[in-house]
């Protein structure tokens, strides 16, 4: 069984930092490229960062600079460590997971990252 977990949301102010992790069970990175989208209200889920299996990384423009997507293997988890955060950044942030050799994808149940003052 496949399980996805995000942690690391929260209130922040702008110009702040935040960590997102993504515990995964049921998977192998090594068969998977692992991605975090979000969505704001009122807006569509977008990509923020996509890694794949090889550990190439592809990240949006709105926070390429800004974010790094990372993953330690041996915890099962990807990880997203955002700096200089902007009030746009708020939204619920969601870990994906897509299957290299078919379309079969996961989705974690999200984790709310507001930028306020």
């Known amino acids: 069984q496949v399980q996805l977990v995000e942690s690391g949301g929260g209130l922040v102010q702008p110009g702040g930092s935040l960590r997102l992790s993504c515990a995964a069970s049921?998977?192998?990175?090594?068969?998977?490229?692992m991605g975090w989208y979000r969505q704001a209200p009122g807006k569509q889920r977008e990509l923020v960062a996509r890694?794949?299996?090889?550990?190439?990384?592809n990240y949006a423009d709105s926070v390429r600079g800004r974010s790094t997507m990372s993953r330690d293997t041996a915890k099962n988890t990807v990880y997203l460590q955002m700096d200089s955060l902007k009030p746009e950044d708020t939204a619920v942030y969601y870990c994906?997971?897509?299957?290299?050799?078919?379309?079969?994808?996961?989705w974690g149940q999200g984790t709310q990252v507001t930028v306020s003052s």
């Open positions: 049921g998977i192998t990175f090594s068969r998977y490229s």
């Open positions: 994906h997971a897509r299957f290299t050799y078919s379309n079969q994808e996961y």
């Open positions: 890694m794949y299996s090889g550990g190439t990384t």
